[in-house]
């Protein structure tokens, strides 16, 4: 294991682990005006949303590590107060990277990045119009989390209204995660498409999983079996009874036969196949049936 502590290396380097560590991290598309209404436009990827009621969302701008200076969306954000947290699609991910270019102050990076300025409803900074999701947000507070290069400025913004492209929904309303077609950014030049990695796992919310703890421990110690084939056995609520289980064996040859050849990790392979296939409960059966003396296991 390669431990340090961040005082023994340049924060450039340590910055550049984190990066690559913490990932994929979404995206806010801040726009924000000058004093004298001027539009700045930078992506931001130390940002998510932390409350719904009310709506909060919190994006970093930190201080450059080389010159230790600031950017231009931190002070216009202490200066106005107001900001537009767009959303970056696969669509766009090109001219938001390009908007990120450090331009002289006074330039204007929507029309730099061939974007276009949609006006906004309540604040004053400018929308992303070719953003799927947009909000304009009020700064509710702006902490500082250190003074030297690398220190981030925690902008704390509340959402006061959300602008969403009619084309993103679902029939129900919903956002549709392969309609938006977000993008997110890891380390160095990277940045991950996600519905192209997407894949659902039930909330453990309306059921009470046994726990990988209730798990016999020849199954807890298995060679085959990972740590999420396990979480996704402890999250069953009960476990197949004697005679489900030998119902099941008594049905497939197939079973039996892997049953009789007293091959653990054979078997356990085999309950890891139907894992990938979501069937939980028969992967469980086949598990628990190694330990079971059924008549007619043997294969004739």
């Known amino acids: 294991m390669y431990s340090i502590e961040p005082k023994d290396i ?9 990066l690559g560590a913490v990932a994929p991290r ?18 931001f990827s130390f940002f998510n949303t932390f409350s719904s009621n009310p709506p909060v969302m919190i994006f970093s701008p930190n201080r ?20 537009v947290i767009n959303v970056v699609n696969y669509d766009i991910v ?9 331009y002289p102050e006074g330039v204007n990076e929507f029309i730099k990045a061939g974007l276009t300025m949609l006006p906004s409803d309540i604040v004053k900074p400018f929308r992303v119009a070719e953003s799927p999701v947009q909000f304009e947000c009020k ?8 003074t030297e ?11 006061l209204k959300m602008h969403i492209n009619e084309d993103v929904l679902d029939d129900e309303g919903r956002i549709d995660h392969y309609k938006i077609d977000l993008v997110a950014r890891a380390g160095g030049n990277f940045y991950s498409r996600a519905r192209d990695g997407f894949f659902e796992i039930p909330k453990p919310t309306t059921t009470l999983g046994i726990g990988v703890d209730q798990i016999p421990e020849h199954i807890r110690r298995s060679k085959v079996l990972t740590g999420n084939d396990l ?11 004697e005679e489900e289980i030998e119902a099941f064996v008594q049905d497939s040859v197939e079973i039996r036969g892997i049953l009789s050849s007293d091959d653990n990790d054979r078997i356990h392979r085999k309950a890891q196949d ?13 598990l628990l049936a190694e330990k079971f003396e059924i008549p007619g296991q043997s294969v004739d």
């Not at 340049?10 to 682990?17: I, N, Q, V």
């Not at 056995?233 to 476990?239: A, D, F, Q, S, Y």
């Not at 139907?274 to 086949?286: F, H, N, P, Q, S």
């Open 10 to 18: 340049p924060t450039a380097k340590f910055h550049g682990l984190l």
């Open 26 to 43: 979404p995206i806010a598309f801040a726009s924000t005006v000058d004093a004298e209404g001027k539009p700045n436009l930078s992506p």
């Open 64 to 83: 450059r590590v080389r010159d230790n200076t600031s950017k231009h969306t931190l002070e216009n954000a202490r200066i106005t107060k107001e900001v």
């Open 94 to 102: 090109q001219q938001a990277s390009l908007s990120s270019t450090e």
């Open 139 to 146: 700064i509710k507070e702006i902490i500082e989390l250190g």
């Open 149 to 159: 290069g690398g220190s981030g400025n925690l902008i704390i913004c509340e959402v």
């Open 231 to 241: 979480g996704m056995l402890g999250n069953v609520e009960k476990l197949p009874s």
């Open 274 to 286: 139907y894992l990938r296939k979501d069937e939980v409960y028969t992967a469980w059966k086949i």
